[in-house]
Nanobody, 124 residues
Framework: QVQLVESGGGLVQAGGSLRVSCTAS????????MAWFRQAPGKERESVAA????????LYTDSVKGRFTISRDNAKNTMYLQMNSLKPEDTAVYYC?????????????????WGQGTQVTVSS
């Protein structure tokens, strides 16, 4: 079983930056493809970014391209999401997710394990 714990959320002004982290346990993270999703109040969960097991391949949803960077440190069993130039519409609960299948995907149905989420609030 894989446990995922997010951290680093908080309140930031528009235009600011924030980094959220996801630490995995229960399995070596290098065997997991991982991703970030988010869900705003009253909206469906949407993809943000995904990263392959090695970190060599990444994928971003259009709305965050050029502003967000997904990365991972397998030695620390941790994945990161660096968020720059934040906008109020980025406000959401950000979820870390992982799967055993290799490759990179932003399809939430392909992920087996989910964290509890961390709140990111961007004020205008």
């Amino acid at each position: 079983q894989v446990q995922l714990v997010e951290s680093g959320g908080g309140l930031v002004q528009a235009g600011g930056s924030l980094r959220v982290s996801c630490t995995a346990s229960g399995r070596t993270v290098s065997t997991l493809a991982m991703a970030w999703f988010r869900q705003a109040p009253g909206k469906e969960r949407e993809s943000v970014a995904a990263i392959s097991r090695s970190g060599g391949s990444t994928l971003y949803t259009d709305s965050v391209k050029g502003r967000f960077t997904i990365s991972r440190d397998n030695a620390k069993n941790t994945m990161y999401l660096q968020m720059n130039s934040l906008k109020p519409e980025d406000t959401a609960v950000y979820y870390c997710t992982a799967r055993l299948i290799m490759g990179v995907s932003i399809n939430p149905h392909l992920y087996n394990y989910w964290g509890q989420g961390t709140q990111v609030t961007v004020s205008s």
